[in-house]
């Protein structure tokens, strides 16, 4: 994981790096700090392939399967690379195997989110378990076992290659 705010300087010239798809999700995002945020990610993600692969950067093509999860797109034959990307304000992780599948998650914890939603969103998608255990918790202990609960589901989602939590959780341990 690497801190964004050093990147400022050079990420403009990290948007060459993107390809047709990226750049349009790119200029889609509306406020400049998720622009930025997005570039970021996936600036880092083309150079730790690179890092792995014979190819620079901007050579990196990607795909999406039927849910919707970016695939890296290999030459029949070659050995396939596997990874999973997520940001969050001021935050990037990003993870690469050479045939498993991953899921990787992060969330700003600190974020101004009222306890309502969160208990709203543990609700509709959290297990009776999950709900139970939450259910003895106050305070911070409550909302940090709810972003431990939540970054472990979308990230076990994330590596079924299901997409994100919105598309799947409802419920489930």
Known sequence: MRYMSGWRRRSNANVSWLDAQERWRYERCRFPQHRHEYLVAHALLRSCLSRYGEQPPQDWRFSTNAYGRPE????????????????????????????????IDVEHGGQPVR???????????????????????????????????????????????????ENYLGNRP
């Open 72 to 103: 890296i797109q290999v030459e029949q034959g070659a050995p396939p690379r596997r990874f999973n990307l997520s940001h969050t304000e001021g935050l990037v992780a990003c993870a690469i195997t050479r045939a498993a599948e991953v899921g």
């Open 115 to 165: 306890a309502g939603d969160l208990a709203a969103i543990a609700v509709a998608n959290f297990a009776p378990v999950e709900l139970a255990e939450l259910a003895r918790l106050t305070g911070i202990a409550w909302r940090h076992r709810f972003f431990d609960v939540w970054t472990l589901k979308e990230a076990y989602i994330k590596a079924q290659g299901l997409g994100g939590a």
